[in-house]
């Protein structure tokens, strides 16, 4: 399954859940559903119809493939693979109408229509002695077509039974006429189908129907797309060019296959020759290989020699550079460290020197001050 489509049904099944809790309310059935006691849902319906399409579009093609497989006329693989090229989308269609009553009705009369075609119509000698096979399988879906209208419509077997007639005699005025499967659809006089069951056709409008039918036809498609068209391509080459020749060509081709059979012996000289030619051109290739890797290894040590030498004396002339510049710094450095210890020496002996002269100074004071207390200080005699 391609990606992509994985993606989109995801986020549609998503949508359709969303939309289911948001309105579960709306009615799922329609009004021809509700008239004719249908007493399923419109979902269930739905999906019930489509696995009968399903199986409609699978026994069809596998019916078609059968007798393009067991006849040898062109004209009948042809005929067989216009079967199921066009009327396969028709049943999808008809499996996929909004409304799932309505879709119910347009299968079945599309398999009357393909019975009558068939049978009594101008398709009747389309598969020559492969005919009972088309007749057989149209009527199996006939049959389980029935029985889904029988379920549908429970414990109502005389309006099943009226259906049926009435599908019938409107198939009888409405045939198959071409090769290409047209047909007259039943869409606009369903009502005439249904009987009693009026209303058909009124489809319930709720997004959550609208996001399942969205989801069923892409599903549908993606079953489908490549078979169809690769029956189309094949379908429009053999009318382009005609069954005879295409027999021709794969008579041809057959022929061209029964000679190869014999040329085993002539093919495997042949490589054997091809293996030695190889062989001898391999070596020829391998020493011219090694002498220009000789060549280039040569040139390349001689330019690593001389690249090593220039590199030796650039770095001779940096190293030397670096000395000079790093006696340079230290010179430098010692001047600035002298200059600082000759000028913390000049502070230390100022502030000596002030120290001493306030200590004397200090000293004198203390002098006097003894002495006044000594002179004066004594009490009178």
Request: aromatic residues 4%.
């Amino acid at each position: 399954m391609p990606p992509r489509f994985t993606v989109v049904r995801s986020v549609l099944v998503l949508g359709v859940s969303f939309v289911t809790g948001a309105c579960a309310k709306i009615p799922d059935q329609t009004a021809g559903m509700r008239a004719a006691g249908v007493e399923m849902s419109g979902g269930e319906l739905r999906t019930r119809n489509v696995d009968l399409s399903r199986q409609v579009a699978a026994v069809i093609e596998a019916a078609a493939d059968s007798m393009r497989g067991a006849s040898t006329d062109a004209t009948v693989r042809a005929n067989a693979l216009r079967w199921k090229t066009y009327v396969i989308p028709q049943v999808r269609e008809a499996g996929l109408r909004p409304d799932p009553l309505v879709g119910v009705l347009d299968l079945s009369t599309l398999l009357a229509q393909l019975e009558q075609y068939f049978t009594r119509g101008g398709g009747r000698t389309l598969f020559g002695d492969q005919q009972p096979v088309a007749v057989a399988a149209v009527r199996a879906l006939r049959a389980d077509a029935r029985r889904l209208s029988l379920s549908v419509l429970a414990g109502q077997d005389s309006v099943a039974e009226d259906w049926g007639e009435r599908v019938d005699a409107w198939v009888a005025d409405h045939p198959i006429t071409t090769a290409q499967y047209t047909r007259p659809t039943p869409i606009g006089e369903i009502r005439v189908l249904a009987g009693p069951a009026g209303g058909l056709g009124g489809v319930v409008a709720s997004m959550e129907n609208e996001l399942r039918l969205l989801q069923e036809r892409l599903a549908f498609a993606q079953d489908y797309v490549a078979r169809d068209l690769a029956w189309r391509t094949t379908l429009g080459l053999e009318e382009a060019a005609g069954t005879e020749t295409l027999d021709s060509l794969r008579a041809l081709v057959v022929h061209s296959a029964a000679l190869m059979g014999n040329l085993p012996d002539l093919v495997a000289a042949e490589r054997a020759a091809l293996m030695d030619a190889l062989a001898a051109e391999r070596l020829a290739v391998m020493r011219e290989i090694l002498e220009h890797r000789r060549a280039v290894l040569t040139a390349l040590g001689t330019e690593r020699e001389a690249a090593m030498q220039a590199v030796s004396a650039e770095r001779a002339v940096v190293l030397e550079a670096l000395a000079a510049e790093r006696a340079a710094v230290l010179t430098g450095a010692d001047s600035i460290i002298q200059r600082g210890l000759d000028e913390t020496r000049s502070i230390i002996d100022h502030v000596l020197l002030i120290l001493i002269l306030a200590g004397g100074a200090a000293l004198v004071m203390m002098g006097v001050a003894a002495f006044v207390v000594v002179r004066y200080g004594r009490p009178a005699a």
